[in-house]
């Protein structure tokens, strides 16, 4: 009889850091870069320059990494045992795309526990888009009986340039994947640790920045905000226009220029634009025209990341 | 291709004629041909087996491989096969005679081959002595026996079959190897081609074809070699993939059927064919599950239950006799089985989530009334030029008012002008709700719902709930005469709305879907049979935009341009749906098109009318008056008096006579709306139509005569073409 309280008593699943470190020891073997979280508020692990920058030009790159992602209009108060204005995506990007890249992805699944003849794991077509980043790509999602918790793409634009080669994007929902391996039915229920939950460790949060994005925030402030990161991004962009020198003949001007700088800017206006979604106070019309503006800035600073790119690989003249 | 060949060129020489064949009747063999993709979306698939077929039959006749030959084809998620019985192991030898440069020019004097003879020679890949001489209306020429040699199928398949792949269509295609490599639908992964049991050699993106498939991701082996398609379809059954969707298909009816027996008396299947087809293209072993749901869930509606587990998780929903949902469902999974059910359990742990947040919308949107979502419609945009929704519905409600008004007093009980007014300014109003926002594709339908939860009148909850019908043209419209008026003023605001911001249908853009705007339209106006005029109708539309924001002036160019766009679609329906013929349709708008419901009755009177054996030949004379009208530069239109002391012969007297009579009984007719019987009316006339023609000549010399003779025609053809104009019948069919 004891054992049979033991055994109630251990828990299902692999735990929310567990989870974290599984996937990432996998990733790890297969030669990505183990990076850690881009430290600035964005909507998606796309977002993260480690994916959106890192996509565009020639170079091979593999990388993993934990992106935090908010999306304030998704905010339900810490009520909703599904939905949260912030998440945790795994994000990883493989280029080029190796072939066998559905089997490498299916293994990383057995990695933390999922027996895949036990459960129906699909590929059903879902194509992503990002307008705000000039991107796109063609995919699925991936169901897990019937439960999306994968989205798996093959970019083809990225900042409104043509890839190549192709990277592949494979972005776990890391709340719904634990929730799944502990067969909770909130994510609140969640076993960060063994003995500290998710709502242990997030609930405060979601509901004081649902209450802010929803109810508090200042419409006009985060207007004018929004105004002085694209004028600062814009600037960048205008400046490394007229700097000295061309591709080919680079210079220590050209490498340091800041255009990693006009990034950031571009994704504080992404942000921005979020949270006065949020709000209610963009119309569908000045949505377009925002979204338009935000894009303009991806899409600029990624023509810019690969002149400045290619001349730092060519090396430094003079 | 064209490249003749030099050796023993003599041999095959045998042949005769100008182009003649010279092989025995060949073996035949079988070709199996497997393209092997990461998951195909499951939609596209239907399409795609059918053009993999069309596509290869038309290489295949491209090469002369085709004769005698069966093709067919197959998908799943993962693989496009082709199982080709009856090949020609090789095509057959061709011999041609080249013309080549004249004779004078070939040979000198002396008879002896010139340098161009030589080259001449050369170039065709034959000897100097073997050159021929023909004669021709030209001249005497040289000339060459030139044998292509027939190429055998492995060699051919080798290059066709790549040039198949590379056709196939997709409506988006992607690259997964860079700017300059392959592009398909998804990653291509491996490819089969086996010929009379040997594999080919081709490739296609990199990838090398050969005789070994791809089992099932979890059922099956990853490598497996194949020799046929028998032996193929075998392996991969062994290996957890059913190669033929009819076999799927009937695998998971099957399955489903039992799951309904099981559940009892009463309990059927909530049908859904395109669901069916949809599961059967998404799994390559289908097997169907059951599962249950809370049942407190049932207190939502049905609608949002369904789609639900239509919609989102592909779940087939079971009810009882009585038509109500019961908490039961049916998926289908990708597995042989379920042995411990948990595939079960995981699917009844999303659906339990995705109702929660549905009951979540269902209550928190009705904390507040439907109308009181109007104001937050302002934010909404319609169109940057058209303003937003709120003011698009200001404007549908004058029009549905309208509309309302004019059928009341055409005598239609049911129109009710309040209804109408409520009912077009609470359509819009779910737009605005987390429920659409979350399920779109249930407008109107949570709109309909929450106005009959809250008390709204039913024949305004039900137009609220149907007004975005007729979606497609097998679409039912609304259901009540409220409904119809909403449904007309909230797409004829769109049309006239866009066509006036310039936002007009072009090729395969039309972004605010103004063709099924269009359509709907026609459909409503047809099947509910509504007295609509549609210039009137576009009239109330352009007021409406002129007096309600964004206030813009429509210009009669502009209402003209729509009124074609509509007559366009309405000649569409007609022809393709309710199966009149092109030169029918063209006959009666001719004779008017304001009122599509009576265009329809005039129709109908004509098509049975054109069978009997007046008709036609009518028809041809009616034709033929026009073209004599048409070259006197005298339109039928034009007035002008018969008469009748000009009058020399007894036919054109006799006709007159007939005209007069029939004219009398044919508006007579006509006002009544008895079109079959004035056309048979009409159609008695033949015989004095064709006297006419045997005994009167129309162009006399005398130019009193003659002008008397036209006016008489013109007479007939204006008094009797006001149903059908017949002189637009017969011909060739026009697209």
Request: neutral net charge; proline residues 4%.
């Amino acid at each position: 009889m004891t054992v049979k309280a033991k055994l109630e008593v251990k828990h299902k699943g692999l735990t929310f850091q567990d989870l974290f470190l599984k996937l990432a020891h996998f990733w790890g073997k297969q030669g990505c870069v183990l990076q850690q979280p881009y430290d600035m508020e964005v909507g998606a692990g796309t977002m993260a320059p480690e994916t959106f920058l890192r996509v565009l030009g020639p170079s091979p790159y593999r990388v993993a990494y934990v992106q935090p992602s908010r999306r304030p209009a998704d905010g339900r108060y810490g009520e909703n045992p599904n939905r949260l204005y912030k998440h945790f995506q795994y994000q990883v990007i493989l280029k080029p795309a190796p072939a066998e890249i559905q089997d490498m992805y299916l293994k990383s699944l057995e990695a933390i526990g999922i027996d895949l003849r036990a459960h129906d794991v699909r590929f059903e077509e879902d194509n992503w888009e990002a307008p705000t980043l000039g991107a796109w790509g063609i995919g699925w999602q991936v169901l897990l009986d019937g439960l999306e918790i994968t989205q798996f793409t093959y970019f083809q634009q990225s900042g409104g340039i043509e890839l190549d080669p192709i990277s592949v994007e494979i972005t776990y929902g890391l709340e719904r994947i634990c929730a799944f391996l502990q067969d909770v039915e909130s994510v609140y229920e969640i076993r960060w640790t063994e003995d500290k939950s998710y709502g242990d460790i997030r609930l405060a949060e979601e509901q004081q920045l649902s209450e802010y994005s929803f109810d508090r925030s200042d419409a006009q402030a985060l207007r004018a905000e929004f105004e002085l990161h694209e004028k600062e991004s814009r600037e960048l962009l205008e400046g490394w226009k007229h700097l000295e020198g061309n591709v080919g003949a680079p210079t220590i001007e050209r490498i340091r220029y800041p255009l990693l700088a006009a990034y950031d800017h571009c994704l504080k206006c992404s942000h921005l634009f979020n949270l006065m979604d949020a709000r209610g106070v963009i119309s569908t019309t000045e949505r377009a025209a925002l979204m338009a503006r935000v894009r303009t800035l991806a899409c600029r600073t990624a023509s810019a990341y690969l002149e400045q790119s290619a001349e730092a690989k060519s090396g430094v003249r003079g | 291709m064209r490249a003749a060949t030099k050796t023993s060129l003599k041999k095959a020489r045998a042949g005769a004629g100008k182009a003649g064949a010279s092989s025995k009747p060949g073996k035949r063999v079988e070709l199996l041909f497997e393209i092997g993709v990461e998951e195909i979306p499951a939609g596209m698939l239907p399409r795609a087996v059918g053009e993999l077929k069309t596509i290869l039959e038309k290489h295949l006749a491209a090469e002369s491989l085709n004769e005698g030959v069966a093709v067919e084809t197959f998908g799943g998620p993962r693989r496009l096969t082709a199982w080709v019985r009856g090949l020609i192991a090789k095509q057959a030898d061709v011999e041609n005679e080249v013309t080549g440069p004249p004779k004078s020019v070939a040979y000198d004097n002396a008879g002896a081959p010139t340098r161009a003879a030589v080259s001449f020679a050369e170039k065709q890949g034959v000897a100097l002595h073997d050159l021929l001489i023909v004669k021709t209306p030209k001249g005497e020429y040289i000339a060459a026996k030139v044998v292509k040699r027939g190429r055998t199928a492995h060699e051919l398949l080798s290059e066709i079959l790549p040039r198949v792949i590379h056709d196939l269509s997709w409506p988006r295609t992607m690259t997964w190897t860079g700017l300059e490599g392959a592009r398909f639908i998804r990653p291509v992964r491996w490819l089969v081609g086996v010929l009379g049991g040997k594999p080919l050699k081709f490739s296609f993106g990199g990838i090398t074809a050969g005789d070994i498939t791809v089992g099932h991701r979890f059922l099956g082996k990853a490598e497996i070699r194949v020799r046929d398609f028998a032996d193929y379809e075998k392996k991969l059954l062994a290996n957890g993939v059913i190669v033929r969707p009819a076999k799927r298909m009937e695998k998971i009816s099957r399955e489903l059927e039992s799951h309904i027996k099981r559940a009892g008396s009463g309990i059927r299947l909530h049908k859904d064919p395109d669901l069916l087809q949809l599961v059967t293209y998404l799994n390559e072993y289908p097997h169907v599950i059951e599962g249950t749901f809370d049942g407190e869930f049932l207190n939502l509606p049905d609608e949002i239950l369904i789609t639900v587990m239509r919609g989102h998780q592909k779940y087939f929903a079971m009810e009882n006799s009585a038509g109500e949902l019961v908490n039961t469902f049916l998926a289908v999974i990708n597995l042989a089985k379920d042995p411990q059910g948990l595939v079960c359990i995981g699917h009844r742990n999303v659906l339990r989530a995705r109702f929660t947040d549905a009951r979540f919308f269902w209550e928190s949107d009705q904390k507040c009334k439907l109308a009181d979502y109007l104001p937050k419609l302002q934010r909404v945009t319609y169109e940057s030029r058209l303003g937003s929704y709120h003011d698009k519905v200001e404007r549908m409600r004058a029009i549905a008012r309208w509309l309302a008004e004019q059928w009341f007093n055409l005598g239609m009980v049911q129109a009710h002008v309040a209804d109408a007014d409520r009912a077009a300014e609470l359509a819009k109003c779910d737009l605005a709700t987390e429920m659409v926002r979350e399920f779109t594709e249930l407008q109107g339908v949570v709109g309909g719902l929450y106005a009959r939860a809250q008390g709204e009148a039913e024949d305004v909850a039900d137009a609220v709930y149907d007004h975005y019908l007729p979606v497609g043209l097998d679409d039912p419209i609304p259901r009540n005469l409220t409904g119809c008026a909403v449904a007309l003023a909230d797409k004829i605001d769109s049309i006239v709305g866009c066509f006036s911001a310039g936002v007009i249908p072009t090729g395969s853009s039309d972004p605010y879907a103004l063709r099924r705007a269009a359509l709907g339209i026609v459909k409503i106006i047809l099947d509910r049979k509504l007295p609509v005029s549609l210039s009137l109708t576009i009239g109330a539309a352009a007021k409406a935009l002129l007096t309600h924001p964004p206030k813009k002036a429509v210009t009669p160019a502009q209402e003209a341009q729509v009124l074609e766009f509509l007559l366009d679609r309405a000649r569409f329906v007609l022809r393709e749906k309710h199966g009149y013929a092109y030169d029918e349709v063209n006959a009666v708008f001719r004779a008017g098109s304001e009122d599509l419901v009576d265009v329809e009755k005039r129709l109908r009177a004509l098509k049975a009318v054109r069978k009997t054996k007046n008709f036609e030949p009518l028809a041809v004379s009616f034709k033929r008056i026009r073209k004599i009208l048409e070259k006197a530069n005298l339109p039928a239109e034009t007035a002008q008096h018969v008469n009748v002391d000009l009058f020399e012969k007894d036919a054109e007297k006799a006709l007159y006579a007939a005209v007069r009579k029939a004219a009398g009984k044919v508006s007579e007719d006509k006002r009544a709306g008895k079109y079959q019987e004035a056309l048979d009316e009409i159609a008695g006339l033949r015989k004095v139509v064709d006297q006419f023609f045997v005994e009167v000549m129309v162009m006399a010399e005398d130019e009193a005569v003659r002008k008397n003779r036209l006016a008489l025609l013109a007479e007939l053809l204006r008094e009797f073409t006001t149903i059908a104009d017949f002189s637009e019948l017969g011909g060739e069919e026009r697209k």
